[in-house]
């Protein structure tokens, strides 16, 4: 699996800026250059290009939530309103967050609903629709088709409505028009039926069959879907199986009757698979496929002649197709991927479609796309890749032809991850869904959880946090791989850790690279190639195969790199580098870019030191400062001067850390408020010397005794 098929990136889409150049090199890899992009630093900024920064956590688990006890995810729309409604996996309970809140209500149940037989929907009255084929049949032996309905504002779905009794079994779909008509069309052994409910307190009327029963053999139907439009007319589109026949049917508002749709586009093709949507403006579009090629025609609002096919994208399908995005400059967006992954736009402005450009993932498994409209002008694009028993759930956003780098919301992967559902919540940020899998002990798969990711308006990350706990945490490399730890000073928690790195690389705590308000991992290899790897905000530390900024090809001639937070006063974390040659500390600001800004020297006659240490704010005048140990073992401090220099040395201990295999500093443990210093010392120890906030420390004492630190290297 390369590195780009398990992408770990922020939403972004303002292109990367030019790391520096200076010796030693800082440059982009060619994949950096073509996947690296950023959101800028304030929130403001993020939300006019994208819906802003990702958070990932669980909804519950191992029970489902949102769901039933009994298993996972199936759907999830949203409201006129903003308001979200969820599936159950097996389809028989609901679950709804109102508009303006960020918290799932209690579920609502549907005790004979289930399956493939319930179809949640979003309509165009600005309701949601729960319809259903039920499963058990009543006194009478008869199975009905059911309609429950969630109005804008309320927070709960009607009592079931019967609309029909129907089979157990078979296709049924449900529109709306704007003012609030309802049409439903279902199958019986071949016979398409209709009925209407023309408003709220109105009665279904009888079911209507729309076509005579077909021969013997010809009775599957292949595929059926409904529209209706903005004027309210009905457009109903289905294909014989056996014949390969399209049927397309339409109901103008009022009428007494269906009637044949004069000059459709879709030929009685195998495997049409024509699918039928109504326009916000009014009109139709339709899909459908022409062996390999995504065929699109639209009929506007008032016209009669159906719009010569065009290919919309040559990989496309309307199998597993995303509903169209009708963006606010009146382009057309559709995407897809049940095996390749694609998306085709139709410019308003051009009259056709746009040529195929920059994939939204390059990974050969992507299933499961789902798309929604977000704020800004954006589409939010979630697909689930990769491989049995490792799956990600991925997200990209596009805007105005570019896409974002595809961000990876599930911050473990899963054995089995399932299909993930977005939509748009009330201020239009993407709400994603998605619930993942394991394989239990006798083989079976056993959910995991339903987890949710959504963006946030979240503030600048405090250095070195990576719980989100509003508090520096610590690094820690051994022979499991690389750990968070996390705590107080009598306890250090390790996280979740991530795969192990070659001996000799340097892991480092760094910040905010990528503008998704997450810190990102700084990584230097034994042969000098340095990177930066973002991470998922809250949990999730990246691996060598996750997704990469290469900072240089070649940091060997720096023998330290250092990051001691914000040092240029911008609230954005930097680096500091030493030359191994001339002794020279050079600091590499944080461009808010996605990259560095070339270097710029900070300070000379560091080359006598053995060790430097970023230490954060030691003397408490807001500006991050820069420990040093000498070659006679003094600790000296740096005061920093918040313009990416230092002050002159002062001296902090004489005699200090002869014992120490590593030293790490900017850390709160003692939860003061002041910057603390963590030492490992050689017989796998930890000790703390408190900050006093003043410059200095106090005496040291032993933490984190329950943790043998003997194969651990900390950062």
């Known amino acids: 699996m390369t590195s780009q098929s398990r992408a770990v990136l922020g939403i972004a889409l303002v292109p990367v800026l030019a790391l520096a150049a200076a010796e030693p090199s800082a440059a982009h890899s060619a994949a ?32 489902p939530d949102p769901g039933s006890a009994s298993g996972g995810l199936n759907a999830l729309v949203s409201a006129g309103d903003g308001t979200l409604v969820s599936l159950a996996g097996d389809g028989r309970s609901t679950r709804i967050r109102p508009a303006g809140s960020t918290r799932w209500l209690t579920p609502q149940t549907w005790p004979d609903a ?58 049924h779909h449900l529109a709306a ?19 209407e409910k023309s408003g709220p ?21 292949a595929n059926m879907d409904l529209a209706v439009a903005k004027d309210g007319s009905a457009l109903l ?63 506007p609002a008032g016209a009669t002649q159906w719009s010569p096919p065009q290919s919309a994208e040559s990989r496309g399908s309307t199998y597993r197709m995303t509903a169209p995005i009708y963006l606010p400059n009146g382009d057309l967006f559709v995407a897809g991927g049940p095996t390749t992954p694609w998306y085709a736009v139709r410019s308003a402005a051009a009259g056709h479609w746009l040529p195929y450009s920059q994939r939204f993932s390059t990974h050969q498994k992507v299933r499961h796309v789902a798309a929604a409209a977000t704020s800004g002008g954006t589409v939010t694009v979630t697909w689930r890749e990769g491989y049995s028993y490792e799956e990600y759930t991925m997200a990209a956003v596009f805007k105005d032809g570019t896409w974002s780098t595809p961000r990876r919301l599930s911050a473990k992967s899963a054995q089995f991850t399932g299909a993930p559902q977005v939509a748009a919540d009330a201020l239009g940020r993407p709400v994603v869904l998605w619930d993942e899998y394991l394989v239990g002990e006798t083989n079976n798969t056993v959910l995991d959880g339903v987890y949710q990711a959504t963006t946030t308006g979240r503030a600048l990350p405090k250095w070195r946090d990576y719980t989100d706990d509003g508090k520096a945490d610590l690094f820690g490399r051994g022979s499991a791989g690389l750990k968070v730890y996390a705590g107080d000073a009598t306890k250090l928690t390790a996280g979740q850790r991530a795969s192990g790195w070659p001996t000799g690389t340097l892991v480092l705590p760094f910040g905010d690279l990528d503008g998704d308000r997450c810190n990102d991992v700084f990584v230097r290899y034994p042969k000098g190639e340095a990177r930066v790897h973002p991470t998922i905000c809250g949990g999730g530390l990246p691996d060598q195969q996750s997704f990469f900024v290469k900072v240089s090809s070649d940091w060997s001639a720096y023998n330290a790199v250092v990051s001691s937070g914000d040092v240029t006063g911008d609230g954005r974390a930097d680096l500091l580098t030493r030359s191994a040659s001339t002794g020279k500390l050079y600091m590499y600001a944080n ?4 990259g560095f800004r070339g270097r710029a020297l900070a300070g000379s006659g560091f080359g006598g030191y053995k060790r430097l240490i970023g230490a954060g704010d030691l003397n408490g005048d807001g500006k991050n400062d820069l420990l040093a140990i000498d070659a ?84």
Do not use: C
């Open 32 to 63: 950096a250059t073509d996947t690296a992009t950023t959101a800028g630093t304030a929130v403001a900024s993020v939300e006019a290009r994208a819906p802003g920064p990702w958070s990932t956590r669980a909804l519950h688990a191992p029970a």
């Open 114 to 171: 289930g399956g493939y037989n319930t179809e949640l929907v979003s309509l165009g009255d600005g309701s949601v629709r729960l319809a259903w084929r039920a499963k058990r049949a009543d006194d009478h032996g008869n199975h009905w088709l059911r309609v429950a309905t969630l109005t804008p504002g309320a927070t709960a779905f009607s009592e079931p409505e019967y609309v029909a009794a129907v089979p157990e079994k078979g296709y």
């Open 177 to 195: 028009a704007p003012d609030g008509r309802l049409v439903a069309v279902w199958s019986v052994s071949g016979v398409v039926r209709a009925a």
């Open 201 to 221: 307190l109105a009665a279904w009327t009888a079911p209507a069959d729309l076509n005579e029963q077909p021969p013997s053999g010809s009775r599957d139907i």
């Open 237 to 299: 589109v289905w294909q014989w199986q056996a014949s390969k026949a399209v049927v397309a049917l339409e109901k103008a508002p009022g009428a007494a009757a269906w009637t044949a749709v004069q000059g459709f586009p879709v030929p009685d093709k195998d495997l049409a698979r024509p699918k039928v949507f109504a326009e916000p403006k009014g009109g139709f579009d339709v899909f459908y496929d022409d062996y390999a090629h995504l065929m699109h025609s639209r009929r």
């Open 591 to 594: 461009s808010g870019a996605g």
């Open 632 to 715: 006679s073992n003094e600790l000296w401090r740096y005061d920093g001067t918040g313009a990416g220099t230092f002050k002159p040395r002062s001296l902090v201990f004489r005699d200090w850390g002869t014992s120490y295999k590593d030293v790490v500093g900017g850390l709160d443990l003692s939860g003061d408020g002041r910057a603390d210093l963590v030492s490992l010392d050689k017989d796998g120890r930890a000790w703390l010397n408190r900050g006093n906030g003043r410059g200095g420390f106090d005496s040291r004492s032993q933490v984190a005794r329950t943790t043998d630190w003997s194969d651990i290297r900390i950062s």
